[in-house]
């Protein structure tokens, strides 16, 4: 006996067809990009216009051999200033901290109110110290921002200290103009501040900073030191705290 119901779709093939659907809504599109990619890529090459990977890989290990390779005990130790420089912290501490800083590096900026408030809870057990590293590749005024900085510094500590708070909450506004006005509110004596500046006179405490940081392998900013270990980037409050408990834990009782 044959039934009269009409047969059902297979279930297979409709499991099929969506399948079908979704590979292409969904890898097609990004294996077309690629593809394309790959084809300009390669294009570029052909014509000049795109480093090939091999340069590449050279490029970047030079770099790596620059900033990493010949550095010395005595690099490491030219690190803490032995001038004028911006210092928080306890010279009886066990741990110094040195900070490789450009005023107008985003990155630098995210450092500058952790910095702060992790030396404030660390009290005497730690030193900091702030060295400058303008990248004026990057950011053209950077040397005149640090000028400045070293400018109000002369006068005191805490007018430096409330003049880099300024710089880093306004990072957009550093004109001579910004940069003088900032003095004036740190509390800075503006002939003072004025005098120094016009003269140039911390240009070549930078240019030392600079190359100190460089024979020590700093590449970019922010760079930190921790009794000479090396950490590169922009640190948050919690990994600061972190890496200097670890050091203080583990200086003998």
């Not at 216009?49 to 010949?70: D, F, G, P, V, W």
């Not at 000028?147 to 006068?155: P, Y």
């Not at 460089?214 to 922010?222: D, F, K, L, S």
């Not at 760079?223 to 640190?235: C, R």
Request: aromatic share 10%; net charge positive; hydrophobic share 40%.
């Amino acid at each position: 006996m044959v039934s009269d119901t009409p047969s059902t779709p297979r279930r297979p093939r409709r499991f099929l067809k969506w399948l079908l659907v979704i590979f292409a809504i969904v890898v097609v599109p990004p294996v077309t990009w690629f593809v394309v990619q790959v084809a300009v890529y390669y294009g570029n090459i052909k014509s000049g216009t795109q480093k090939n990977i091999r340069e590449m890989h050279l490029e970047a290990s030079i770099s790596k051999t620059i900033a990493n390779t010949s550095v010395t005990r005595e690099d490491l130790a030219r690190l803490p200033p032995t001038g004028l420089a911006p210092e928080l912290g306890s010279r009886d501490a066990r741990v110094t901290v040195v900070a490789f800083l450009d005023y107008q590096c985003p990155f630098s900026k995210k450092s500058a109110d952790p910095i702060r408030r992790v030396m404030l809870a660390m009290g005497d057990r730690v030193r900091m110290f702030i060295r400058d590293f303008p990248i004026p590749e990057l950011h053209p005024t950077a040397v005149e921002s640090a000028l400045a900085a070293n400018c109000v510094l002369e006068q005191s500590q805490d007018a430096y200290w409330r003049f880099y708070e300024l710089l880093f909450a306004e990072q957009d506004m550093q004109s001579s103009e910004d940069l003088r006005a900032k003095a004036e509110l740190a509390g800075a004596r503006v002939r003072d501040y004025d005098a120094c500046v016009s003269k140039g006179r911390y240009r070549d405490k930078i240019k030392d900073d600079v190359t100190v940081g460089r024979n020590a392998g700093v590449q970019g900013t922010p760079t930190f030191f921790v009794n000479g270990m090396k950490f590169e980037g922009a640190l948050d409050e919690k990994r600061l705290t972190a890496i200097l408990t670890a050091f203080l834990d583990r200086l003998p009782k």
